[in-house]
Structures are given as C-alpha cells and as structure tokens.
C-alpha cells in the first residue's frame, strides 16, 4: 500500500458497461442533490461540506469530475488542507468477472497532515475496505436491473 493511497478491490458479477452506467447515474444523482455546477460529465463542480480522515471538523470542499471512461471514472476533491483523487477502474478479467479498484489518494498541504494521515490509514484501512465494499455490492445489485443496448 502505498502510504498516501486506500486501494481495494473487489470482484462483482456484471458486466463493465452495466456497472459503468450505474456507477455515472450513482454519481450524477450525488452531483444533482448537491446542485452541480454544469451537466454531469467532465468538468462538473459541487460545493459540498465534508469530514476529513485527519481532522474531525466538516470542512468545505469543491469535488470535481476529472475523467470519465467507459473502464474509469475519477473524481477530485479539494479542500484546504489539501487534494483527495478518488478513482474506480473497472476491467474483465479472462474468467468474465468484473474487477472493481476502488482508491483514494490523498494528498496535503502540511506535512504534519501527511503525517497525521499516515497513522490513521494504518487503523481506517478495515473500515475503508468495509465501506467500499459496501458500496460495491449496492452497485452490483443495481447492476442486474439494468438492460444494455
């Protein structure tokens, strides 16, 4: 693990058109309740208040779409402490199951947040695992109710 990155990986059953459209309608609805700036696609901006992995206070932050691919979407968030990139890579392996890389690479202004980061990780990395995982298996569920054409 590299020491400014939470990375899991999870297998799920569908397949990687199905799992991209519900994971782009998944964030598009986050991105409309919190009045996105723009349509949904790359570019489009939300003011959002969040709790940071290293301070317990909520903190105003601008999350912004970076990239989205038919295999990846990644999103940044920047507060004033620093920059956390949150990616999902998603790719069939040889056997037809999705692989899932779910990752948050966080990076900080001060070094004491850095370091205050590196600890924390060391603890939060089950309960990462855990809530990412979480979020996958929502995701594969909605997955068998969507119909590619």
């Known amino acids: 693990m590299k020491t400014d990155t939470l990375t899991c990986r999870y297998r799920i059953r569908a397949t990687q058109a199905a799992f991209h459209q519900v994971l782009c309608g998944e964030q598009k609805k986050y991105f409309e309740a919190n009045h996105a700036t723009g349509q949904f696609a790359e570019g489009c901006q939300v003011n959002i208040r969040m709790q940071t992995k290293t ?17 990846a979407f990644w999103s940044r968030t920047v507060y004033e402490e620093g920059v956390i990139d949150q990616r999902y890579m998603y790719t069939t392996q040889p056997d037809g199951q999705l692989v899932v890389t779910y990752s948050e ?16 990780a060391l603890f939060y990395k089950f309960f990462f695992n855990r809530g ?3 979020r996958l298996r929502y995701l594969e569920s909605a997955c068998a109710h969507v119909s590619i054409t």
């Not at 690479?105 to 924390?120: D, E, N, V």
């Open 55 to 71: 301070s317990p206070e909520v903190v105003p932050a601008v999350m912004t779409v970076e990239k989205i691919t038919p295999d």
């Open 105 to 120: 690479q966080s990076r900080f202004t001060k070094p004491q947040s850095t370091y205050s980061f590196m600890l924390a």
């Open 132 to 134: 990412v995982k979480k």
